[in-house]
């Protein structure tokens, strides 16, 4: 008998344009070129003869396991995400998409981008709408101080900047 997982929570359902157009990217990408590349692999390995012993065949099965399972997921997400392609009402407040600035109680200066769940990059500074800095920052304007609770304490920023553009 297995371990029991139960089912990951959905993330928000709103993603960027440029997010979506990645999204479908892959999972055409996936299904039109690796896909076939890997059922090509599998049928030549299976020619080998004894597949319980063919390393090449358990691990192409094992990868082609891995590309169905993100095909269907992103399949059934990419019909659920709404593109946020316009700007808010107000642009002096943080909403889905703003670049922000805040500062930190020792003076440093992090630069985030508010996105999706299926395109955070922590590499690139853009955070997960689902995230706590991201929640604790909605609707508030330069100036606000900002507490996020992480699992390391309670942590204190002050939201210095908000824009709809990126940071040069």
């Not at 319980?52 to 269907?72: F, T």
């Not at 107000?90 to 508010?114: C, H, P, Q, S």
């Amino acid at each position: 008998m297995g371990r029991y997982r139960a089912p990951q929570s959905r993330g928000s359902c709103y993603i960027t344009a440029e997010g979506k157009a990645r999204l479908v990217e892959e999972l055409s990408f996936l299904w039109k070129k690796r896909r076939p590349e890997v059922v090509k692999a599998i049928t030549a390995a299976a020619a080998e003869g004894d597949r319980s012993e063919n390393a090449e065949y358990i691990y192409r099965k094992k990868e082609l396991g891995e590309i169905d399972r993100r095909v269907r997921y992103l399949s059934k997400r990419v019909e659920e995400l709404k593109v946020v392609d316009q700007l808010p009402s107000d642009e002096t407040k943080v909403f889905f998409g703003a670049w922000v600035a805040l500062e930190d109680d020792d003076g440093v200066v992090l630069n985030y981008r508010i996105v999706g769940p299926d395109e955070f990059d922590a590499d690139k500074g853009w955070i997960s709408i689902d995230s706590p800095v991201a929640m604790a920052l909605m609707k508030k304007s330069v100036g606000d101080e900002v507490k996020v609770i992480t699992p390391g304490g309670e942590v204190d920023y002050l939201l210095i900047e908000v824009r709809y553009t990126p940071f040069a």
